[in-house]
């Protein structure tokens, strides 16, 4: 009986496993922190480390980029085919911050293997899931008997991202003919369940803004003067409630102009996800759902654009009380976008509603910072589907849709390269991200191994001539 | 031409003045901080220096108090006559803190007199204001002939109002008898002008409460769960918002139960104060005015209850961004109190819409600290005919009414003496009160001695068998 290539994959991968999972522990005990400058010269090595790996697995080039801040690591293997479309897998080698005393049961850089989980701080975010790009562009050369992926692939693999990835559109911008793509891969988010494994279809955008609001030149007597001239604090409040009408809709006139609605086939898939509010709730840490009338809980955080609070502030905030009326107050408004929306426009009805709303004798002043805009592929874009197919194969079931309520530099890529962005990942909400007891599922990391053997063929096939 | 009354009284005072202004620097020159532990020494010196000063005056009976901080100073001098009303005079001898770096022209505890003010920490809050009663009551004596002053004067002169009179209320109840009178005359206020004399009929009551809301046990990934949980800063927010009504009405249900409304006469006599609206903005370093419809501006201030917002806090305030769902976010509130405003009924008004405001999903706690009552002395009240009537001899011209907005210990005194409160200061706004460079007026200080040198005899004559 002749191997399919599915049992190919999967005998290439039995076989390699063992030091597949030493490669990654090795890396994953270098302390990558990039939001610590100490650890300024792990970061170099955990690149320098990643760079020569990904030349013994058969890159022919595989580069550092130095940034102003941490390096990426670059690495390109063409496929040799001149119809083959190019894909450009994005991850990060730098990791969150992590110590004993924060919870975790063991050293967060000695990584354990135990009840078949590999405990680590980047076990999951994000170097497990750089790492199975190796493993598994071997067992697709291994399993189909190529010498070179049926795809030109591409990694850019960021130093930065846990530090808000300060100069990651810089670096992109620079090397933009180099990683040009036609199909950008994300492997830096996760997956439902272990029982239930899906592919993000997009992310929503990010526009942040401080608004201050400036009334008395300087902290006054509410004694004094209470009651008859307009309270900053009182007014920044007043200004957060009029953000919301009393369904919930974020009441800025503008706000919704061009958004990509959810097709009612969008949203029948997202209500077939076994969705349990009572454990959803647990894991939000919250007491009650609440949002926008109209939108189950997961098109609220997925689909839906929202105004939230990041922090609120003004006047006296310590023990007992201050009979003041503080000189001014702020507030740190996030907005999440959904695809259509344009960050410009956004910002520009922000501006226009606060000037409307604050009343006479209090100055404000709106300050916005850079923003991310939303991604999402559509459910029939060929690419898409491929990466539905590879998991399929994988994880022997269907595959099911989410997205993603956050934000990341994947929409950079996006806008930079024009090219649509693709999320491959195999992580579970328990494995802890940015947590004590960081972990990853070897039976998944190894499903993410798989997927990958398999994806670069179906794309090839399904998706030639994409340039 | 035999002397009139007046004429004797200013004779006296003017015979008097240069020792008395001595005698007021030499106490000035005490820093007797309360808030400073470092001068707490030199409060005790303050106290021992007035209690000597006040035998000196002819007191027969001048005492410091110790409390568990710092001492005050009683002081008392019977009439001798058995229907003559018995009078409680209120002043503090600690004064704010005050250093030559703040913006001091000289230093703080050397005082300074120029262009016939006296420049020094205390001048006008309060020690000047306490140092008048001194000369005051001998003016009366020589004056009048007297031995002992018409009335049975009393005094109490508090050494901790500027750190919150922390046991004053203790104070009181424990010499509860020894300070008993017909009347409170609180020397620790002001006047509206140099030109427009004034006499203060009440003070705002007081009640501070913090409420926190709590939201997700940690704060939460704003991206992953925003939109779809109560947000406790926005609830926070919101709850701001729905303290007042779109006409700047107070909106807690209840809140105003009870309160005694301006008279017509009243709100005449204070629409004829030479209000200036852009100079007290300036004074109250705002750019609008703003408050309840239907009330003017001093109305708001000193006659209207208020609900104000001292403190608003939660989630992220530093610089740049941080993409969070706050676990928690708090507010502290006062609310100025009228006459008629019980302080019981408001709390539990405000717990009451708290609870029913705050919603699923939000646990709440709201925690009061004690509260102060309202006082307001009627227009037709003996005593303060009497006031003011004596205010008019020294002014020579007619006295009008105001009230103040803050609240303070006399509403204590109200409550354990069940005496009215009176007001008799001599400020004017300009002094600087708790700011660099303080300073009395001599011209009004020495109005304040005479105020009380026809003070006494008035009150006895025209209120006679008032206990
Ligand atoms: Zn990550
Ligand atoms: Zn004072």
Redesign the pocket.
């Known amino acids: 009986m002749s191997e399919t290539p599915d049992s190919a994959v999967r005998t290439y991968i039995e076989n390699h496993r063992a030091a597949f999972l030493q490669d990654l522990a090795e890396w994953l005990r270098i302390p990558s922190v990039s939001a610590q400058p100490d650890h300024a010269e792990d970061v170099r090595r955990s690149a320098e480390w990643l760079a020569g790996r990904l030349k013994e697995t058969g890159f022919p080039t595989a580069e550092v980029w130095q940034t102003p801040g941490a390096p990426a690591v670059f690495a390109e293997w063409p496929s040799g085919d001149p119809h083959a479309p190019t894909v450009l897998v994005y991850g990060?080698h730098d990791v969150q911050p992590a110590a004993r005393e924060d919870g975790w049961h063991t050293d967060p850089f000695e990584p354990v293997l135990q009840e078949n989980r590999l405990y680590a701080r980047g076990a999951a975010?994000?170097k497990g899931q750089v790492f199975f790009h190796t493993l598994g562009v071997r067992a697709h050369l291994a399993a189909t008997g190529r010498t070179a992926p049926a795809v030109n692939l591409k990694l850019l693999i960021e130093g930065e991202?846990e530090s808000g990835s300060p100069h990651f559109r810089e670096l992109i911008e620079t090397h933009k003919d180099r990683i040009a793509a036609d199909a950008v891969i994300v492997s830096?988010t996760g997956m439902w369940s272990k029982d239930t494994p899906t592919v993000c279809t997009g992310m929503r955008g990010l526009a942040e803004c401080e608004i201050v609001l400036h009334g008395p030149d300087q902290d006054i007597h509410s004694g004094s003067f209470g009651g008859a001239v307009p309270n900053p604090a009182t007014e920044i409040a007043r200004l957060v409630a009029a953000l919301h009408d009393e369904n919930g809709h974020v009441a800025i006139p503008g706000f919704y102009e061009g958004i990509t609605e959810l097709t009612d086939q969008e949203r029948e898939l997202l209500a077939e996800l076994p969705f349990d509010e009572e454990s959803w709730l647990r894991t939000a840490k919250s007491h009650a759902t609440h949002g926008e009338a109209g939108y189950s809980t997961l098109e609220r955080v997925w689909a839906r654009p929202t105004a939230e609070v990041n922090g609120i502030g003004g006047g006296y905030q310590g023990a007992g009380s201050k009979t003041i009326i503080p000189s001014s107050a702020l507030v740190k408004l996030s907005f999440r976008l959904v695809a259509g929306q344009d960050l410009d426009h956004v910002e520009q009805a922000v501006r226009a509603w606060a000037a409307a709303t604050v009343p006479a004798g209090i100055r404000h002043t709106v300050t916005f910072s850079p923003g991310t805009r939303p991604c999402l592929t559509p459910l029939d874009h060929p690419a898409l589907r491929s990466v539905a197919r590879a998991m399929g194969r994988a994880f022997e079931q269907p595959i099911r849709f989410t997205r993603e309520g956050g934000s990341g530099p994947a929409a950079d890529l996006q806008d930079v390269l024009a090219a649509p962005v693709l999320f491959l990942g195999i992580s579970i909400p328990s494995d802890g991200w940015h947590a004590p007891n960081e972990k990853v599922e070897i039976d998944l990391l190894l499903k993410g191994v798989e997927t990958t053997a398999y994806l670069w063929g179906d794309l090839a096939e399904n998706w030639r001539d994409a340039r």
Chains 1, 2 share one sequence.
């Open positions: 990060h975010d994000d991202e830096d």
